[in-house]
């Protein structure tokens, strides 16, 4: 993934600029942090790269593009028109890139509750996972159409030069899943 500034590829329409305030916000946080902490987000300077979401009443929450542990680096995602690439969501910063890709995936998998994505180069060429045919760029509808061709019922695939995506039906399964697919020792 080049090292620029990460940013998002559709329009965002703020519906409110109310920090989202979900149950799950203090357990989003938590892995957050430990994929900062063990480096499944690395960090670019202004930022993160990855992403992480789970389910809320009407939509999702996820990080904000340029994440970190704050509260107002969640968004909550309402909903998405994939014609007009606009994203409604609810918060202060600008939606993950990738809200287009996790609002693809909770669409397709009703009984995914977290999709946790990082970057972790080791993984990339592991050969025991589903991959992408081709590498897309981050954000785009491409490399949503791309992960839905091989995400069936795979709960970790590769996307090709890019990076990884764990789902889960909690958060602490997408974390799990993440740490011990990638090897590295939680906390």
Not at 97 to 114: D, G, M, N
Not at 145 to 160: A, H, P, W
């Amino acid at each position: 993934m080049e090292k620029s500034k990460v940013t998002p590829k559709f329009k965002t329409n703020f519906i409110s600029r109310d920090i989202p305030n979900d149950l799950n916000l203090d357990k989003l946080k938590y892995w957050a942090n430990e994929f900062l902490k063990q480096g499944l987000a690395p960090d670019y300077g202004e930022g993160a790269y990855g992403n992480l979401s789970c389910r809320a009443d009407s939509g999702f929450i996820i990080t904000a593009t340029r994440f970190g542990l704050k509260d107002q680096n969640y968004v909550k995602i309402v909903s998405v028109d994939y014609k007009n690439k606009t994203v409604s969501a609810e918060g202060e910063k600008e939606p993950s890139s990738e809200s287009l890709l996790h609002y693809a995936i909770y669409q397709r998998r009703p009984e995914v509750s977290a999709i946790f994505h990082g970057h972790y180069e080791q993984i990339l060429k592991d050969k025991r996972f589903p991959c992408t045919k081709k590498e897309e760029k981050y954000g785009t509808i491409e490399l949503v159409d791309s992960v839905l061709e091989v995400l069936g019922q795979n709960n970790f695939i590769i996307m090709k030069n890019h990076g990884f995506l764990s789902l889960g039906k909690t958060m602490d399964q997408a974390g799990q899943r993440a740490f011990n697919e990638t090897k590295i020792k939680l906390g």
